[in-house]
């Protein structure tokens, strides 16, 4: 049986895509046919229960046996907590990018709320002079460091969207998207036409998903519709303070509702009465993995355009040039009011959707494993 260790720096119980897609695949592999052993170094006090061997916070005498013993390292996300394993034992890697993490110190192409550079050499320059200098010099060298890992080290590098393999360019580079088990939020299509909320969002509340954008839009709707709409603010995170007060700013408060974060059951109804989703990332985002729930519910879409995010919904919705609040006002005043155009889209995201679907994007990553394993027993 062929052995894959799956190296992931983050994991239950912390709670992310990530994490999610970790545990996704570890159990896909196993049900697969591999015998899989996912090793982080994140703790927990709950006992593990799933399919598949789980190993937290090895030592280093431990990690090394673990990597002797596999067929092959799969690393969750750009990172180096097996690269000195693979390096020594000399077992062939497949690194799953994320995020930018090889092409700018900051990961993401944001620091401290703005948009920073996307290429290496800019980047460094960039928090040299922004940055504090020690985490300036930290960051300058994890961006080096793992970017001779993946050219030198790595056998494959999956970049999850076209937009990251543009981003980053790296040697023996594929594209599978991310395989998110999206089939749940099926139950979210809404059948009866009957909506609370005419727009809605769906995700973290931070800075760089470009929530204060999608508010200010709302305003010049609602002045312009004599405030006909409702809008529906489905998430948590550290920006929900600031984000409320930009709603009362904007004297459209009353017609915005903050639902919180909302998980299982709860989320999908939530999702079920809210008609037009609106994702408009100020950053490119490197996948946008609530894009693809949004397909699967059914619902019309308007994202912003520089990221991914315009890649996955196609032709399945409207764009706009990321940050611009005018563009955004006048795509959710053309959506709202063109049925033509929703219905279209609806037909045009059920057709996109099916290059999502979790089993074949497994079967992608199976063909890949077993391409590296062939390439290594000829080597």
Not at 10 to 21: A, C, D, I, S
Not at 73 to 79: D, L, Q, R, T, V
Not at 242 to 264: D, H, N, P, Y
Not at 284 to 294: D, I, K, M, Q, W
Request: charged share 20%; with cysteine.
């Amino acid at each position: 049986m062929v052995k894959i260790l799956l190296s992931t720096p983050v994991f239950r119980p912390m709670v992310g895509g990530m994490e999610t897609m970790a545990n996704n695949l570890a159990i896909h592999f196993t049900e697969r046919g591999y015998d899989v052993t996912l090793v982080t170094p994140i703790r927990s006090k709950e006992p593990d229960e799933l399919p598949y061997r789980i190993v937290r916070a090895p030592s280093f005498s431990v990690f090394l046996e673990l990597a002797r013993q596999t067929d092959l390292i799969f690393s969750n996300g750009a990172s180096l907590y097996a690269a000195p394993y693979a390096i020594l034992t000399g077992k062939p890697v497949i690194m799953r990018h994320t995020n930018y993490v090889v092409s700018s110190v900051d990961g993401a192409g944001w620091f401290d709320g703005k948009l920073a550079p996307l290429t290496p050499g800019a980047s460094i320059v960039h928090h040299f002079r922004h940055n504090k200098l020690g985490s300036a010099v930290r960051g300058a060298a994890k961006v080096i460091s793992l970017r001779v890992f993946a050219k030198k080290f790595v056998a494959r590098n999956v970049a999850i969207s076209d937009w990251m393999m543009k981003r980053h360019p790296l040697p023996n580079q594929v594209r599978i998207h991310n395989p998110f088990p999206i089939v749940k939020f099926v139950e979210a299509i809404n059948h009866g036409g009957n909506y609370e909320y005419d727009f809605f969002y769906l995700g973290r509340l931070i800075t760089e998903k470009g929530v204060d954008v999608l508010l200010e839009a709302f305003k010049l709707v609602q002045q312009s519709s004599g405030d006909a709409y409702t809008l529906c603010i489905i998430g948590d995170g550290p920006d929900r303070g600031r984000l409320e007060g930009i709603a009362q700013c904007t004297g459209k408060s009353a017609f915005v509702t903050f639902a919180g974060m909302q998980t299982g059951q709860a989320l999908i109804e939530k999702v079920r009465s809210c008609k037009i989703a609106v994702l408009p990332s100020t950053w490119e985002e490197p996948f946008g993995g609530a894009s693809t729930e949004l397909l699967a519910a059914g619902k019309n879409m308007i994202v912003s355009s520089d990221g991914a995010l315009s890649e996955i919904v196609a032709d399945g919705g409207l764009t706009f040039k990321n940050g611009d609040v005018e563009q955004l006002a006048a795509a959710m005043l053309r959506l709202a009011g063109d049925e033509v155009l929703r219905s279209t889209q609806i037909k045009n995201a059920a057709v996109r959707l099916k290059d999502f679907d979790e089993i074949r994007l497994i079967d992608q990553y199976v063909a890949l494993i077993e391409e590296v394993l062939r390439a290594r027993s000829r080597s």
